[in-house]
């Protein structure tokens, strides 16, 4: 929606922005030596005229804080605006919330950067809207404590359905009439960055919104939370309006979630340092969940980078939730790159919804789309329930190339769809698609159950290749699984592959197995052109496709089949489909438009195989 630029206020007042303030923000992510002498400054200008701003001294449970009173009033909303706006180390600024007034909507008109070092509050449950041109810093030991909502952005204005907007680059006095809660947030071009270095945790109450919207938005080791809530992150480079989509909650209406517009190209949103993002339904959160969803992740950007031990967390804890409780789902858009990748000391980045130990209720999806999604160096992610109830599906979307790629040390980087030892439900399974697929190094994907329910089916889609190739270093071989587990009551869903061409080489492996009381689903493999299994590893594992009934298992093999152009077994590799439990082995079948091609041995002798055999069992 195109809005014009009236301005909400009345009397301008030049503006002097620092042309190199993003980069500089940028360059100091880490805590810079000039933040030690910040200090609570909290300056309010005279844009308001007689309406302006009040910061005195109080006290809140027995602590001095800067209390911030005046302001505009004008219907619901209250306006405040500031040249200045820091808080120090161990500062403490709280806006007061008159009776009526469910958004506090605030600007700073300088030219600087706010840096919240301290606590940043509201005195009852109104929305918090905080916008600074020049950007925002939250500090290691930032906190929140507002009983609403709260959106922090370097917007230049915040706007609304009838086209004014507040301005802090373009700041008049408000004129007399009514505005509802803002639609929008108009970024110009090159917005200043969030950067969150909060590893006290910047925290919300239950059911709240959190946004951070630039330029880059940079969780530096900062940690953010609002239990059954939504947590959103993005931003733009190009000029353009990010949409706020409201919804009523508990009589209040809230920022629900984010839209962004097509055709602005979009900024970074990056995680460091071990960042947590976490929206899960938890004990230290009095919910009720009857009949209700909530707790939902959306970043939005160009460049999406979860690294350094990073994890963003949905779902239900341990014995929480009711039966008609849903989680939300984690949803990552990017215009160009999404990445989760570990470090070199182990911390192994992640997305993760999980319904926990006994809790009851189903878990949501991870969903990400983007040009490329690469899983490296030990990161993963994963979609299970460990309670009474099902978990979402695993959607990976890419337009060129999707990556599960080990780590030197041997992490496996993978997406894991489950249904846990001692669950009740179903998991959703993976449905990967893109022009090319790479599962590498060790990664794997795997839908499975170990409890009482059914695994979702692997689907990989690519119009070019699929490659499953080799082994990490530890000797854990690229793999796709699909199994019902030894105790576990229920079936697998099976692996559908659909592309150009399959390669499965040096050792990697698909497999389709049952060790409990269920059946094995089928290996599909159809493609354009070729079909390849060939050699061996390292470790000397062979090239294969397997179908299994493992010994001690009830159930059956539903078998391999593969349609191709060409199909060829090489240099050791092997098709099987077996039984050494109580059911049948699956047949193989293999049609192809051209060739079948069974030729060689490995290194170590293993000869090229395809075949089907009931093995004795115990």
């Known amino acids: ?48 005229g007689d309406k302006s701003s009040v910061v005195v001294k109080g006290k809140l449970e027995g602590s001095d804080i800067e209390q911030i009173n005046g302001g505009a009033i004008q219907g619901s909303n209250l306006f405040h605006s500031f ?58 030991n930032a906190l929140l404590n507002m009983g609403g909502s709260f959106v922090a952005s370097s917007a230049d204005s915040l ?42 945790v910047l925290y919300l ?85 009857q009949n209700r969803s909530g707790g939902s992740i959306a970043i939005n950007g160009r460049n999406v980078n979860v690294l350094g031990g990073s994890r963003l967390l949905a779902g239900i804890d341990q014995s929480l939730g009711s039966p008609e409780a849903q989680a939300g789902n984690i949803e990552i858009n990017a215009t160009d790159k999404v990445v989760f990748s570990g470090s070199p000391f182990g911390f192994r980045s992640s997305a993760l919804n999980q319904l926990g130990k006994d809790a009851v209720g ?34 990976v979307t890419a337009t060129d190339k999707v990556v599960f790629s080990g780590s030197p040390l041997g992490f496996r980087s993978s997406a894991l769809s489950q249904v846990g030892k001692e669950a009740v439900g179903n998991s959703g399974g993976i449905d990967i698609k893109a022009r090319s697929v790479e599962v590498t190094d060790g990664g794997y994907l795997e839908a499975n159950t170990v409890g009482k329910g059914n695994s979702g089916t692997i689907r990989v889609t690519a119009a070019d290749n699929v490659i499953f190739d080799g082994e990490s270093s530890l000797g854990f071989r690229s793999s796709a699984f699909s199994q019902v587990e030894k105790g576990a009551v229920g079936n697998s869903g099976g692996i559908e592959i659909n592309a150009g061409s399959v390669a499965i080489t040096n050792g990697a492996q698909l497999s389709a197995s049952t060790s409990g009381e269920g059946d094995a689903g089928k290996i599909s493999i159809t493609t354009r052109d070729r079909v390849l299994l060939d050699g061996e590893s390292e470790k000397n594992f ?49 049609t192809a438009r051209d060739r079948v091609l069974l030729d060689g041995e490995s290194e170590k002798n293993f000869r090229s195989q395809v075949f089907s055999q009931v093995e004795q069992g115990l």
């Not at 709280?94 to 919240?116: E, H």
């Open 1 to 48: 929606m195109q809005h014009s630029k009236r301005s909400l206020l009345s009397n301008t007042l030049p503006l002097s922005i620092g042309v190199n303030f993003a980069l500089a923000l940028f360059s100091c992510i880490a805590p810079c030596p000039a933040k030690a002498q910040i200090t609570t400054q909290i300056t309010p200008d005279a844009t308001l």
């Open 83 to 140: 040249k200045e706006f820091d808080v120090g180390e161990g500062g403490k600024a709280y806006f007061t919330n008159p009776g009526g007034i469910t958004n506090i909507l605030t600007r700073v008109t300088g030219g600087n950067a706010s840096n919240i070092l301290g606590t940043l509050g509201v005195l009852g449950p109104a929305n918090l809207f905080f916008i600074n041109p020049n950007g925002i810093v939250f500090g290691p």
């Open 159 to 200: 706007v609304f359905d009838n086209g004014l907007e507040f301005s802090a680059t373009n700041p008049l006095s408000p004129p007399l009439l009514t505005v509802n809660i803002p639609v929008g947030l108009r970024l110009r071009e090159n917005s200043a960055s969030i950067v969150n270095q909060s590893s006290a």
């Open 205 to 289: 109450r239950p059911e709240n919104t959190l946004a951070l919207v630039g330029g880059d938005v940079i969780l530096d080791g900062g940690s953010l939370q609002v239990a059954w809530g939504r947590i959103e992150l993005g931003g733009l480079t190009g000029a353009g309006i990010v949409g706020l989509n409201t919804q009523e909650s508990q009589g209040i209406p809230r920022v629900a979630s984010l839209s962004f517009p097509n055709g602005v190209e979009r900024s970074d949103v990056s995680l460091f340092k071990q960042a947590v993002v976490n929206v899960a339904l938890s004990k230290e959160a009095v919910v009720d969940v």
């Open 362 to 395: 189903n878990s949501g999806g991870i969903e990400i789309k983007a040009r490329t999604v690469e899983v490296t160096d030990g990161g993963y992610l994963e979609a299970n329930t460990i309670g009474k109830g099902n978990s979402g599906t695993i959607r």
């Open 542 to 590: 062979r090239s294969q496709v397997f179908s299994q009934v493992e010994q001690g298992a009830v159930g059956k093999s539903n078998g391999i089949e593969i349609n191709a152009g060409s199909v060829a077994i090489t240099n050791g590799a092997q098709l099987s489909a077996s039984t050494s439990g109580q059911g049948d082995a699956g047949k193989i079948s293999i």
